[in-house]
């Protein structure tokens, strides 16, 4: 685990990017006025792991508000989510390259995405009965805010390029901790009820919750004309 020794009261994000062994990404953040700090980052092997690590980096003083995780949060019946059509509208109105290959459908995904990010969810809830968790999406995230497009892939942003959201990071931050980092500005989002952003999970017809924690998706759709998508 790297750490940075930033240690006041404040609120604290939390973010996890789920993947397999060794892959499963961190992050704990604290809000300085309008945007986040990063406090510690790190790799875990699973929910388990990932969880405990991030809750003993967080400091004493540190209320825990919010969580954003890079996995599908809730289901849907049919496979695949209004929601996720609704990104890849988006993506493709900004002419990123695969929008079907960043959003997938969740029946394509791998159970380390799936499942990880339901338990991290289930684990958050009883911790931190009044935490707000939102579903995150790192490198769509990243087309919707602008920083990636048709010549920057998301795989060659750091973290230095979302300045307007995270203090300066002097830290080697591989890509598994930079989309955690993605996941606690997510929640921030949520929290702060960004303008621009909007909660997807309200437009998802009939969605099945696992562990039947509370959950929000939100992304900054509303900076993006014409995304109306209708469903079938």
Known sequence: MREVRILYDMEIYLGFDPGGEKQFGWAVCSRTKEKLAVLAIGEANRAEGAFAKAISAIPNEGTVVGAGIDAPLFWSESG????????RRALQQLGAPSPGGTVQNIN????ACLIQGAIIAKLLQKQFPAITITESHPK??????????TKVHPSKISVAEFSEWV????????????????GSITAFAQKL??????????KERNPIIPFNYSVG????????????????
């Open 140 to 149: 769509a995230l990243l087309y919707l805010l602008g920083i990636a497009n």
């Open 108 to 111: 394509s995904l791998r159970g």
């Open 80 to 87: 695949d989510r209004n929601v996720d059509k609704l990104i």
């Open 167 to 182: 203090d300066d990071v002097n830290l080697s931050i591989n890509d598994n901790e930079r989309d955690a980092i993605l």
């Open 217 to 232: 998706y939100w992304m900054p759709l509303d900076l993006i004309t014409a995304v109306a998508c209708e469903f079938t």
């Open 193 to 202: 009820n960004v303008k621009g952003w909007i909660n997807l999970f309200e």
